[in-house]
């Protein structure tokens, strides 16, 4: 009995313990989202008062990129993907000169038309928050952990103005068919917290209630489910893309602002070829395919362009506000091959992105019933897991670590990332297509 009692106040004071620090981070997070949102959108309206300024890309870049190496390298790319790593990696330590540079890179990258995100710094910026508060209070290594991940939860809920898929993915990013369930309460708390503060200071946030879905037919669930396959392949060229520019950077040997600025006139030179749609956060294309309107079919292709350029090559900035473009754009055109309303689709393709390349499919399901309303939950939750499975090993966040696979073929390689997943793939394919051209070879010695 002695035992049992001493266990419920044991749990008792954790709960306590942990509905304070939750808070604190909410708070901490909800005002320095704020504070970034309100930076990013002035920054934002200067540039765009005049007509060209797009063309400030390469020295934006260039500035970026110089900032982050002599500052604070580990806040390169796109913020969310550097939380994972610090948390599998170095228990959740991140400097505390992350967060201003952060900051500053990310509105010179996104003001002057980067294609980026804005979630990612907010998860950072979250997460170094509360990694400097638990190096204040001297937390153990377990606890800087859980702390960390309430920062990435509120990061994303105060962000979005979802606080429940923003505490599920805080918890739901870092595995692979795995949540951690001791974080939970937590996560909630800050993301709630976190919403709301950032509410109370102005934060504008994006609904947009789904009222009209054909009533429920096989013929249109079967059509659900097909366009989850198209979504999760879209993921894949999404991924594949993003590994691609960035083995290309990799082989650029250039001073990197220099070759940062390059990218930035490549960029400029693809906006004056194609469209300044492709610049920037796209929320005037996301809200406007959402309502039905017209979008060309290759918009997705262009934004996939556009994104990994930006943070292949020294940009600083999120993935998921992109995820959202190409997933509307996408999800459109799926609506019109497959006789659908636009709309209706566009709305389930966004979420269904996001499933499929972040690995993230009951954050994204519940992300679907906050913007889009209930009544198309069920269809895009279901389009959720089938992209989250069409996306087998790969990932837009290599340092995500595999807690369950998704086929009993590669069960060995559980509790690796996705990174050593898909070295070891490329090894095998390499090896694969060895094999079969030295057995042509000896079958045909003519070649």
Known sequence: MKKQIAEETVLLISIFKWFFLANLVGVLVGISTSFFLFILNYATAQVDSYSYGFLLLPLAFFLSSLITDKLAPEAKGHGTEKVIEAVHQRAGRIKPMVVPVKIVTTVITLAAGGSAGKEGPCAQIGAGLASTLSDVLRFTNVDRKKLVICGISAGFASVFGTPIAGAIFGIE???????MYDVLLPSFIAGIMSYHVSAALGAQYFYHPITFVPEFSEIFFLKVLLSGILFGLCSLCLIESMQFCKKISGRI????????????????????????????????????????????????????????????????????????????TCGSLVGILLGVDPATFAAIGMVALLSGAANTPIAASILAMELFGSTVAPYAATACVASFLMTGHRSVYPSQVFAIMKSGSFRKHIGKEVEEMEAEFRMRRGSLISTVFSYIKRRFKWL
């Open 173 to 179: 990013v870092l595995f692979v068919g795995a949540m």
């Open 253 to 328: 040997k250039l001073w990197p602002p220099l070759k940062s600025a390059l990218a930035g006139a490549v960029l400029v030179v693809l906006a004056l070829l194609f469209s300044t749609d492709y610049l920037g956060l796209g929320l005037e294309t996301i809200e406007g395919t959402l309502e039905g309107g017209d979008v060309i079919w290759w918009a997705f292709a262009a934004k996939i362009l556009f994104t990994s350029i930006t943070l292949s090559f020294g940009g600083s900035g999120g993935i998921v506000t992109p995820i959202f473009f190409v997933g509307v």
